[in-house]
């Protein structure tokens, strides 16, 4: 049974609806566009129509949170070794058969969102822990739009970057004002067919899409593309061929990808594990189209996981899973052997983090 929508400190008013001629509200944040009665939820579940207004019913709070290395987003150029505070909300505006994080994105248990915490509160633990950023994840921050924006605000008070994990649907007005407070994003292109997205996801493509030359085009958030591949699903050596030409032609060959194994989750225990082998032919088949820095990634496979110079070849950052074994940029991130740039944001010198992952509860931190 769906909990109640009722008003309180954690259900606030959003602004990306409008009224239809049937006296339903729809909601505009996401292609969805649900149309609700009163006191019924969208399919993301945590917004809902409240007295002939759509709410956000998770505003202040959390499925918990975690330091993790900034490369576990996954984000391999931006501020490497770096730790970033990481947590997610309740509920997805998806509906993804082989979903990784269901216990969380699927919740309708309000026992999930145990950790409570205002915007400052978060930038504030963030600065104590010594975070480079803050990542909203585990479930897709476009469904929770305005607690996000409210977060980012107060970590960039404090000089925290801010990092969205998405699925990238959102609809094109709620984009613009969402990415101008985000740093940096990872954007699930979970495949390049729109029966994938329809049949397995719930979803279209053509929304991905969108957002994509959106980042790339209208502003300066350094972003990174995630495909999972599963087995007879999206791996075929002409879906990646396709992908990877749009990805090089229509956002450029500095865009990184990260191609990742898939293991049977939730609604897809049927499909095998992804052979390392599939993922090897992956990252083949991008560099070959031009991408300049593929990743494999869910498997242990050191080549796979640095970054190169696309001029010279040499090796720039090693990686051993989150474990940094090798830094060859100097400056701003240009080779230390030919003086290329590499595409991405760097310092100096990389973070020290390395591979720990630090559950944190808010309510110790001091």
């Not at 909300?89 to 248990?109: M, P, V, Y």
């Not at 613009?176 to 699930?188: G, K, P, Q, S």
């Not at 990877?244 to 095998?272: C, I, Q, S």
Request: hydrophobic letters at 35%.
């Amino acid at each position: 049974m769906e909990a109640p929508i009722r008003p309180g400190s954690d259900t606030v008013p959003t602004k990306y609806w409008h009224v239809l001629e049937d006296s339903r509200v729809q909601c505009d944040l996401c292609p969805r566009f649900c149309r609700l009665r009163e006191g019924q939820r969208g399919m993301c579940f945590v917004r809902g129509r409240l007295d002939d207004g759509v709410v956000l019913t998770t505003y202040g709070r959390s499925s918990g949170f975690c330091v993790d290395p900034i490369e576990k987003k996954p984000l391999n150029h931006f501020y490497p070794g770096t730790p970033v505070l990481s947590f997610g909300t309740a509920g997805c505006n998806l509906a993804c058969k082989f979903c990784q994080n269901w216990d969380i994105s699927k919740s309708r248990e309000w026992d999930t969102l145990a950790d409570q915490a205002s915007p400052e509160r978060i930038a504030a633990a963030a600065e104590r822990l010594e975070c480079r950023s803050v990542a909203f994840t585990y479930n897709d921050p476009v469904i929770f739009h305005e607690y996000a924006i409210d977060v980012a605000k107060a970590c960039r008070e404090r000089g925290i970057l801010s990092v969205a994990v998405t699925a990238g649907e959102v609809c094109p007005q709620p984009r613009a004002e969402f990415y101008r407070n985000m740093d940096a994003a990872n954007v699930d292109l979970k495949a390049f067919t729109e029966r994938f997205y329809r049949q397995i996801c719930g979803s279209e493509l053509q929304p991905v899409l969108d957002t994509l030359i959106y980042l790339q085009h209208e502003t300066d958030v350094w972003f990174e593309i995630t495909t999972l591949l599963i087995p007879g699903e999206n791996d075929s050596d002409s879906e990646l061929d396709e992908m990877t030409r749009w990805v090089a032609a229509e956002l450029g060959p500095n865009v990184p990808m990260h191609f990742t194994a898939f293991h049977p989750d939730w609604k897809m225990m049927d499909k095998p594990r992804t052979p390392p082998e599939t993922l090897a032919r992956a990252r083949k088949i991008a560099v070959g189209n031009g991408i300049r820095y593929a990743y494999t990634g869910n498997v242990h496979d050191e080549r796979g996981g640095s970054t190169y110079c696309h001029a010279c070849g040499r090796q720039l950052v090693g990686r051993d899973w989150y474990v940094m074994t090798a830094w060859h940029l100097r400056g701003g991130g240009e080779c230390e052997f030919c003086g290329t740039p590499c595409a991405g944001r760097f310092e100096s010198e990389p973070g020290t983090w390395g591979s720990r992952r630090l559950p944190v509860r808010l309510s110790e931190i001091r």
